[in-house]
C-alpha cells in the first residue's frame, strides 16, 4: 500500500519560512520524480516544485522560484520542500505527489501523478 505522507506546516507571519516533508512508503522512491502542489480556499490545486529521481533536475512554479528550495532524500524515502519568504498568498493546502512514470515533461500537470499524500495546512499571515 502506497503513502505518501506530509508534514511540517503551520502558521507563520509573512516573510518567515517552513520546511515540509513528505514520508513515501510503498513505492520505489528513488526510482519515483515527485511534485509539490498546492491548493488554495476556492482555488484549483496547482503546481509548485518538482524533483527528478535522484534530485539533479528541479522545476519550480513562477510564483514561488527564488523562494521555495525542493530536495529529496532517497536513504530516508523523504522529499522536502524549504519554503522562505512566505508571502500571505502563499497560504494553501500542500500536496506531494509521485509521478506515474508517464515521463511526458508535463510535470506540471496533476494527471502526471499516481499517488498524493493527504496535504499538510500552511498559513501565512500578513
Known amino acids: 500500500q502506497v503513502q505518501l505522507v506530509e508534514s511540517g506546516g503551520g502558521l507563520v507571519q509573512a516573510g518567515g519560512s517552513l520546511r515540509l516533508s513528505c514520508a513515501a512508503s510503498?513505492?520505489?522512491?528513488?526510482?519515483?520524480?515527485m511534485g509539490w502542489f498546492r491548493q488554495a480556499p476556492g482555488k484549483e490545486r496547482e503546481f509548485a516544485a518538482y524533483i527528478t529521481n535522484r534530485g539533479r533536475n528541479t522545476y519550480y512554479a513562477d510564483s514561488v522560484k527564488g523562494r521555495f528550495t525542493v530536495s529529496r532524500d532517497n536513504a530516508k524515502n523523504t522529499v522536502y520542500l524549504q519554503m522562505n519568504s512566505l508571502k500571505p498568498e502563499d497560504t494553501a493546502v500542500y500536496y506531494c505527489?509521485?509521478?506515474?512514470?508517464?515521463?511526458?515533461?508535463?510535470?506540471?500537470?496533476?494527471?502526471?501523478?499516481?499517488?498524493w499524500g493527504q496535504g499538510t495546512q500552511v498559513t501565512v499571515s500578513s
Open positions: 505527489a509521485a509521478d506515474s512514470g508517464k515521463y511526458s515533461g508535463r510535470y506540471y500537470d496533476l494527471a502526471e501523478y499516481d499517488y
Open positions: 510503498g513505492l520505489a522512491f528513488s526510482a519515483r520524480p
